[in-house]
């Protein structure tokens, strides 16, 4: 196991670990009724009415 | 007494009356639209439908079919008020 | 435990520049972040309102009424009520009414004044009034009002903003709650009848404002929150209504009629003179809304907003690429020693992320341009205009903000459904809406038009492709939208009533700023999601790794030369990677449309993220070409691309035909993970969701095939 492979398999591991639990966030978030999206709800792009 | 959706474009009239049991009117005279107030038809859309009433001091877009419960008194020189907030 | 910050409601009637006078009075400290068990964004920023008086200002969506016509509007009503479970009620509110309409804006605050609540009230646009010559006299006003600090502001110009702030401090120090008006004796007794029995039955005794959304309001939702469902309510309801007819009024009419007779004589003198607010509109109007300059105008000004995306933003486009490659050109030499550290940071990371990034410039003007035309007025026109289509879908014109937002992101076109009133027309907008291009596929046909229709038939071609892949969308959701309201949901014709406001000038700072939001929440994503699928669809295209590759190309084939060598066992080791092995069993799925197993590898990598594709692709193909140092751009590398084997050998993979299927499956497919989970959150389930995926899908493999196959033919 030289080094490389260690850093390399730690930022793998992290990415895949972040995505996944993001995914279970969002499932669960999902599941109490809120908001699931991130891209721009902010933005008022709501008609008015 | 005609419903609002056979008004000309350009005419003026006065509420007579409307149906406050349908969603649409309850939302109109929440906008101020209530029974004897003055109103205009400004104009239709370039596809026939919605319609654009001025009232109030305000320009609001109704459907042909939700105008048809606003009863109207036609008359020709009776001009929209402009906002001095007393119609 | 640390003292409950004091939150101040900001609320009034749709355009009335409430928002201009947010951002002027909390500046650049805001935030959004969420009403637990709602998408209504809670948008609140910091504002100093004097003496060390710092309070959390909320901006609320616009409303015409207490009496909520949606969804949307309804989430406001329980935030000012503090029924909405997570939120309290706000210490106080600030009325923003139009000072050009001052009668019909006064009516929620008629409403509001039985919240009870500390309320202070700013008259907005008081330069419009001004030019208008009307006169209001403030000091009458506030007097009438029971003494509730009244300021004339004009939020756009900035003027009158220190006078907002101290008549916060006013509400708030002294208290001072509007005047409430005095209902007539029967309805008086009416709303006691309920009270009471509310009381009897619940044990709890409702607010006024309750008990009116209870008698005045024809849905029982008031009723069902407060726990209130005895056998004996709609009886005892009817029976109060009956007493307000005593009175002489329709009870589902009463309290307009009875606010606004109240108002008349509130405002009595307190305004002079004032000569019309459809000023410019009229005259603009007389133009846009003609029969026949108007649609006209329309369709241009939005092939004109896509046209601007598209060419206003290659040169920013450019900057970012020559910035990329540069950092790429720094890292790899530094890394040299590490090979495979090497690989990562530049082919994966830094070529994946980069090739999102680069159409951040895109995705800017388009918000930009959407925001203009929206703070202008002219988005009230077009679905005037348009109203008349959508309704021969079941659809309305309201339906077009959610539709058009969805070219932005689906997500706020999703959310925006809220404003439609019946369920029903909801569902089929919502499920029309993911078929909208978002940007988030801009980047794909852009890569596409860039690398291939461009340069082979010019910039002419180029955007008309752009276009019409946004119109492919168009053309499938109509039906798709016709079948769903007629057939399937069943859905009756929509109430529609939109007020069309008086156009006015965007304010550059709050357009700008919202740009900005939208902006960093690009970025964020790239440097979030992508980077993570980045790393990770860089590790499945690298690893398992045969270090012996090169040995054994070079003993089964001695004649190539060293940089052919190169190339070949580049291309060796993405095969047997694992993504490679992957996207070659799945790959014969997607022959039939032209895809090779790179282009099938970036279609099923992007079912997360629909960009994702771009960023695939660098990386696959940066991969395949080695880990050079000089950068080729993911551009020539396809276009360069080969079939290797197979009955289409040594012909080019990204052939017309197969770049067109591809953007066809690209516009046609389901979109991202988050808008489907968004879709099933605003269905209430699943189930729709699912169906969404599925037929769009399936859809976009079907004319994938369709287009391919027709046109391999024809060229």
Same mark, same amino acid.
């Given at each position: 196991?030289?080094?490389?492979?260690?850093?390399?398999?730690?930022?793998?591991?992290?990415?895949?670990?972040?995505?996944?639990?993001?995914?279970?966030?969002?499932?669960?978030?999902?599941?109490?009724?809120?908001?699931?999206?991130?891209?721009?709800?902010?933005?008022?792009?709501?008609?008015?009415? | 007494? #005609?419903?609002?959706?056979?008004?000309?474009?350009?005419?003026?009239?006065?509420?007579?009356?409307?149906?406050?049991?349908?969603?649409?009117?309850?939302?109109?005279?929440?906008?101020?639209?209530?029974?004897?107030?003055?109103?205009?038809?400004?104009?239709?859309?370039?596809?026939?439908?919605?319609?654009?009433?001025?009232?109030?001091?305000?320009?609001?877009?109704?459907?042909?079919?939700?105008?048809?419960?606003?009863?109207?008194?036609?008359?020709?020189?009776?001009?929209?008020?402009?906002?001095?907030?007393?119609? | 435990?640390?003292?409950?910050?004091?939150?101040?409601?900001?609320?009034?009637?749709?355009? #009335?520049?409430?928002?201009?006078?947010?951002?002027?009075?909390?500046?650049?400290?805001?935030?959004?972040?969420?009403?637990?068990?709602?998408?209504?964004?809670?948008?609140?920023?910091?504002?100093?309102?004097?003496?060390?008086?710092?309070?959390?200002?909320?901006?609320?969506?616009?409303?015409?009424?207490?009496?909520?016509?949606?969804?949307?509007?309804?989430?406001?009503?329980?935030?000012?009520?503090?029924?909405?479970?997570?939120?309290?009620?706000?210490?106080?509110?600030?009325?923003?009414?139009?000072?050009?309409?001052?009668?019909?804006?006064?009516?929620?605050?008629?409403?509001?004044?039985?919240?009870?609540?500390?309320?202070?009230?700013?008259?907005?646009?008081?330069?419009?009034?001004?030019?208008?010559?009307?006169?209001?006299?403030?000091?009458?006003?506030?007097?009438?009002?029971?003494?509730?600090?009244?300021?004339?502001?004009?939020?756009?110009?900035?003027?009158?903003?220190?006078?907002?702030?101290?008549?916060?401090?006013?509400?708030?120090?002294?208290?001072?709650?509007?005047?409430?008006?005095?209902?007539?004796?029967?309805?008086?007794?009416?709303?006691?009848?309920?009270?009471?029995?509310?009381?009897?039955?619940?044990?709890?005794?409702?607010?006024?404002?309750?008990?009116?959304?209870?008698?005045?309001?024809?849905?029982?939702?008031?009723?069902?929150?407060?726990?209130?469902?005895?056998?004996?309510?709609?009886?005892?309801?009817?029976?109060?209504?009956?007493?307000?007819?005593?009175?002489?009024?329709?009870?589902?009419?009463?309290?307009?009629?009875?606010?606004?007779?109240?108002?008349?004589?509130?405002?009595?003198?307190?305004?002079?003179?004032?000569?019309?607010?459809?000023?410019?509109?009229?005259?603009?109007?007389?133009?846009?809304?003609?029969?026949?300059?108007?649609?006209?105008?329309?369709?241009?000004?939005?092939?004109?907003?896509?046209?601007?995306?598209?060419?206003?933003?290659?040169?920013?486009?450019?900057?970012?690429?020559?910035?990329?490659?540069?950092?790429?050109?720094?890292?790899?030499?530094?890394?040299?020693?590490?090979?495979?550290?090497?690989?990562?940071?530049?082919?994966?990371?830094?070529?994946?992320?980069?090739?999102?990034?680069?159409?951040?410039?895109?995705?800017?003007?388009?918000?930009?341009?959407?925001?203009?035309?929206?703070?202008?007025?002219?988005?009230?026109?077009?679905?005037?205009?348009?109203?008349?289509?959508?309704?021969?879908?079941?659809?309305?014109?309201?339906?077009?903000?959610?539709?058009?937002?969805?070219?932005?992101?689906?997500?706020?076109?999703?959310?925006?459904?809220?404003?439609?009133?019946?369920?029903?027309?909801?569902?089929? #907008?919502?499920?029309?809406?993911?078929?909208?291009?978002?940007?988030?596929?801009?980047?794909?046909?852009?890569?596409?038009?860039?690398?291939?229709?461009?340069?082979?038939?010019?910039?002419?071609?180029?955007?008309?492709?752009?276009?019409?892949?946004?119109?492919?969308?168009?053309?499938?959701?109509?039906?798709?939208?016709?079948?769903?309201?007629?057939?399937?949901?069943?859905?009756?014709?929509?109430?529609?009533?939109?007020?069309?406001?008086?156009?006015?000038?965007?304010?550059?700072?709050?357009?700008?700023?919202?740009?900005?939001?939208?902006?960093?929440?690009?970025?964020?994503?790239?440097?979030?999601?992508?980077?993570?699928?980045?790393?990770?669809?860089?590790?499945?295209?690298?690893?398992?790794?045969?270090?012996?590759?090169?040995?054994?190309?070079?003993?089964?084939?001695?004649?190539?030369?060293?940089?052919?060598?190169?190339?070949?066992?580049?291309?060796?080791?993405?095969?047997?990677?694992?993504?490679?092995?992957?996207?070659?069993?799945?790959?014969?799925?997607?022959?039939?449309?032209?895809?090779?197993?790179?282009? #099938?590898?970036?279609?099923?990598?992007?079912?997360?993220?629909?960009?994702?594709?771009?960023?695939?692709?660098?990386?696959?193909?940066?991969?395949?070409?080695?880990?050079?140092?000089?950068?080729?751009?993911?551009?020539?590398?396809?276009?360069?691309?080969?079939?290797?084997?197979?009955?289409?050998?040594?012909?080019?993979?990204?052939?017309?035909?197969?770049?067109?299927?591809?953007?066809?499956?690209?516009?046609?497919?389901?979109?991202?993970?988050?808008?489907?989970?968004?879709?099933?959150?605003?269905?209430?389930?699943?189930?729709?969701?699912?169906?969404?995926?599925?037929?769009?899908?399936?859809?976009?493999?079907?004319?994938?095939?369709?287009?391919?196959?027709?046109?391999?033919?024809?060229?």
């Amino acid at each position: 196991m030289n080094f490389e492979l260690i850093i390399i398999s730690f930022l793998v591991g992290s990415a895949l670990g972040w995505l996944i639990n993001r995914a279970v966030k969002k499932f669960k978030q999902q599941r109490a009724g809120k908001c699931a999206g991130g891209c721009g709800c902010s933005d008022k792009l709501k008609p008015k009415n | 007494m #005609t419903p609002l959706s056979q008004l000309l474009p350009g005419q003026f009239g006065k509420l007579v009356s409307l149906n406050p049991d349908q969603a649409v009117d309850q939302r109109l005279m929440a906008l101020g639209l209530l029974p004897g107030m003055a109103l205009k038809l400004v104009r239709r859309a370039p596809l026939g439908d919605p319609l654009a009433i001025e009232f109030g001091g305000q320009v609001v877009s109704l459907r042909l079919a939700e105008a048809e419960s606003l009863i109207v008194d036609v008359a020709a020189d009776c001009p929209v008020q402009r906002p001095k907030n007393t119609p | 435990m640390s003292s409950k910050e004091i939150s101040v409601a900001l609320v009034g009637n749709p355009n #009335t520049g409430k928002s201009t006078l947010f951002n002027a009075l909390t500046g650049l400290r805001q935030k959004v972040g969420n009403y637990p068990g709602v998408t209504v964004a809670r948008k609140s920023g910091r504002c100093d309102c004097g003496d060390g008086l710092k309070v959390e200002l909320v901006d609320l969506p616009g409303l015409y009424s207490l009496a909520a016509a949606s969804p949307d509007e309804q989430v406001v009503t329980d935030v000012l009520l503090g029924s909405l479970e997570g939120s309290h009620q706000p210490d106080a509110i600030v009325v923003v009414l139009d000072a050009t309409n001052i009668l019909r804006n006064l009516f929620l605050a008629s409403q509001l004044a039985e919240l009870n609540l500390p309320l202070a009230l700013v008259l907005n646009q008081a330069d419009i009034a001004h030019k208008q010559g009307l006169k209001i006299d403030t000091e009458l006003l506030s007097q009438r009002l029971g003494g509730v600090p009244v300021v004339l502001t004009s939020a756009w110009k900035g003027e009158g903003i220190s006078a907002v702030r101290r008549a916060i401090a006013e509400a708030l120090n002294k208290k001072t709650k509007m005047t409430r008006l005095t209902w007539p004796s029967q309805v008086e007794s009416a709303l006691n009848t309920i009270v009471q029995t509310i009381e009897k039955d619940t044990g709890k005794a409702p607010s006024a404002a309750d008990v009116q959304r209870i008698l005045f309001s024809s849905n029982t939702h008031t009723s069902d929150r407060l726990g209130w469902s005895h056998s004996h309510r709609d009886a005892v309801v009817r029976q109060a209504r009956d007493q307000v007819r005593a009175a002489g009024y329709n009870p589902l009419a009463a309290e307009p009629l009875i606010h606004y007779a109240h108002l008349r004589k509130v405002l009595e003198g307190v305004t002079v003179g004032g000569n019309g607010k459809q000023g410019n509109a009229a005259a603009l109007d007389k133009v846009l809304l003609n029969r026949v300059v108007g649609p006209i105008l329309f369709i241009g000004i939005m092939l004109g907003l896509f046209a601007s995306v598209f060419w206003l933003a290659k040169f920013p486009m450019q900057w970012i690429q020559a910035g990329v490659d540069f950092l790429k050109a720094i890292v790899a030499p530094a890394l040299a020693g590490t090979p495979m550290l090497q690989s990562l940071v530049t082919d994966g990371i830094i070529a994946g992320v980069g090739a999102f990034l680069v159409f951040l410039p895109q995705i800017l003007i388009l918000f930009l341009f959407v925001g203009i035309l929206e703070d202008s007025g002219y988005m009230a026109r077009a679905a005037f205009i348009m109203d008349r289509l959508f309704s021969w879908c079941g659809l309305n014109g309201k339906s077009f903000v959610p539709l058009l937002s969805g070219f932005a992101c689906a997500i706020p076109g999703l959310l925006s459904t809220r404003t439609i009133e019946d369920p029903k027309a909801r569902l089929a #907008t919502a499920f029309a809406v993911p078929f909208m291009s978002c940007s988030a596929r801009f980047p794909v046909y852009a890569l596409m038009c860039a690398a291939f229709i461009g340069p082979l038939y010019g910039p002419g071609w180029e955007s008309v492709v752009m276009v019409g892949m946004h119109c492919v969308g168009l053309i499938f959701a109509v039906p798709t939208a016709f079948v769903l309201t007629r057939f399937v949901l069943k859905v009756k014709p929509q109430p529609f009533v939109l007020e069309l406001p008086r156009y006015q000038m965007p304010k550059p700072r709050d357009v700008i700023w919202r740009m900005w939001q939208n902006a960093a929440e690009f970025i964020s994503k790239a440097g979030t999601v992508i980077f993570a699928i980045t790393i990770i669809i860089w590790a499945l295209c690298y690893f398992p790794r045969d270090a012996q590759m090169s040995d054994r190309i070079k003993a089964s084939e001695p004649t190539l030369s060293e940089h052919e060598l190169q190339a070949r066992t580049q291309a060796a080791m993405i095969e047997q990677s694992w993504m490679g092995r992957f996207g070659k069993a799945v790959q014969p799925v997607f022959d039939p449309c032209g895809f090779d197993w790179k282009i #099938t590898v970036g279609v099923l990598a992007s079912f997360p993220a629909r960009e994702v594709i771009v960023s695939t692709l660098g990386v696959t193909y940066s991969i395949g070409k080695g880990a050079e140092a000089d950068s080729e751009h993911l551009r020539t590398a396809m276009q360069e691309a080969k079939w290797t084997d197979g009955p289409r050998k040594s012909t080019p993979i990204f052939s017309l035909a197969a770049v067109l299927a591809l953007m066809v499956f690209f516009a046609l497919c389901s979109q991202c993970g988050a808008t489907i989970a968004t879709l099933a959150q605003e269905t209430g389930g699943w189930k729709w969701a699912a169906i969404s995926f599925f037929y769009m899908t399936i859809l976009a493999w079907v004319m994938a095939v369709v287009v391919y196959q027709v046109v391999i033919r024809l060229t």
